[in-house]
């Protein structure tokens, strides 16, 4: 453990993208924190494909409208942390079926009334902009402001600007036990002890197992994500789209949910073939390259909204995200406002768990956070136990 007289102000649970995003926030404001992780960094993003940065989503206007401040913000990102190898070439949404097309017009409607820079291009536009999409394509939705990133190489360089602005880093700490202790609390590891004043459970699906010794349980959800990666291809798509992208080295990425965790650890035959055949299908030149690897693993969700950022418990933040790659520095900026000046920066409250009056989407009521009794904890009690927000599901069609 980084030997730190009097600890932390603040302890940050995961060194994924959201911990590492939280991390540079705070050492931005000169506020010293440890990011503590029980495994290496990177947390659950695969370390070899890269990963798309959306700033056009399907979703409620809130967060589509946070997706392209969050898109926005990796130009001057890649400024201030060195390359990430950031590409904004712009997103393609292809619709294939006339239902696709319906959906296509509402994201495009939907953007507009928020002044976003979101059209519909007809076939012929579709087809001249990216000539690999299949003839048979009706049209697409395009956002000029969508791209790519490498997140393992933005997670290192945002971890290490930290560790230079004075952040501690703790990694394989195999075992992580917090408890209330001094008007703070005391994480326990493998690799030690420290004193903490704050806690950020940025832990993915570890968010769970720490929120529950603290007494907090966030609903969340898992869904299977799949996906193929072929060898090395000749320049074949110059956008973003919607399930498939290019990397710059050259393979080809094709991705999709899969429903929820139920199946088996890998991707079988059959989902292979129907993964490759829906990628054929828009763009069949994809189909001259050898697929390389297949990788399955789970997206987690926060439960009923795309977004929780907030305050959990007194002195602990919570900081879950559907699209963590783009978001990831307003994450960051938004909890360090949290723990800077307690409060959330404007339009945030919508995320915060702890607000009984956020509303994320309009349709079936979710509760976000809840707070079992637990001995000893100081502090306030929760602004809002049982949650109470409105949430949507994230329909992601843009994910
Ligand atoms: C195949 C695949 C492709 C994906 N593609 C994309 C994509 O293109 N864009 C995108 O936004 N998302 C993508 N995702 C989802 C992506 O994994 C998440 O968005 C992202 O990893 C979430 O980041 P995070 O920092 O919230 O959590 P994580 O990445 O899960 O990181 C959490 C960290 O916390 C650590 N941890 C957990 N429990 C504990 C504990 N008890 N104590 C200490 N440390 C703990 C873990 O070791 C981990 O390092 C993909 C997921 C998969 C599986």
């Not at 393609?92 to 009334?113: I, N, Y």
């Not at 059959?270 to 697929?291: G, K």
């Not at 406002?337 to 919508?350: C, F, Q």
Request: aromatic share 4%.
């Amino acid at each position: 453990m980084p030997d730190r007289p009097g600890g932390y102000e603040v302890g940050i649970v995961g060194a994924g993208i959201l911990g590492s995003a939280i991390a540079y926030a705070l050492a931005k404001r000169r506020i010293a924190s440890v990011v503590l992780d029980e495994s290496g960094v990177g947390g659950e993003a695969p370390d070899t494909i890269s990963a798309p940065v959306r700033a056009h989503v399907d979703a409620p206007a809130q967060y589509a409208a946070l997706c392209r401040r969050g898109a926005d913000r990796f130009p001057a990102l890649q400024e201030e942390i060195g390359p990430v190898e950031y590409l904004r070439a712009g997103g393609l949404a292809p619709a294939l079926t006339e239902d696709q097309v319906a959906a296509g017009s509402q994201v495009v409607e939907r953007h507009a009334a928020m002044g976003l820079p979101v059209r519909w291009l007809s076939r012929e536009e579709a087809l001249r902009r990216e000539p690999a999409l299949s003839p048979a394509v009706l049209g697409a939705v395009y956002s000029p402001h969508d791209g790519s990133v490498n997140p393992f190489l933005l997670i290192r360089r945002l971890l290490s600007t930290s560790r230079r602005l004075g952040s501690g880093l703790v990694l394989y700490c195999r075992h992580f036990v917090v408890e209330p202790r001094g008007g703070g609390f005391l994480v326990r590891t493998a690799r030690g002890e420290t004193q903490v004043r704050r806690l950020v459970l940025a832990s993915g699906h570890g968010v769970a197992d720490v929120g529950r010794q603290l007494g907090v349980v966030l609903p969340l959800r898992r869904i299977r994500r799949l996906v193929l990666v072929t060898g090395k291809h000749p320049p074949l798509l110059r956008h973003v789209l919607a399930r498939a992208w290019q990397q710059l080295t050259g393979e080809v990425v094709i991705e999709s949910d899969a429903g929820d965790t139920g199946a088996g650890p890998g991707v079988s035959p059959e989902e292979m073939e129907q993964l490759a055949r829906s990628a054929v299908a828009t763009v069949p030149s994809v189909s001259e390259a050898r697929v390389i690897r297949a990788i399955a693993g789970v997206r987690l969700l926060p439960a009923g909204r795309p977004l929780v950022v907030g305050r959990v418990e007194d002195g602990v933040y919570a900081a879950v995200a559907a699209h963590a790659v783009t978001l990831a520095p307003l994450v960051g900026d938004a909890i360090a406002e949290l723990v800077a000046n307690d409060r959330l920066p404007a339009g945030w409250e919508t995320w915060d768990p702890g607000d009984p009056g956020s509303q994320p989407g309009d349709e079936d009521p979710a509760p976000v956070a809840t707070r079992t009794p637990r001995a000893g904890t100081p502090g306030r009690p929760p602004g809002g136990p049982g949650g109470g927000g409105r949430g949507r599901q994230d329909s992601g069609s843009t994910p």
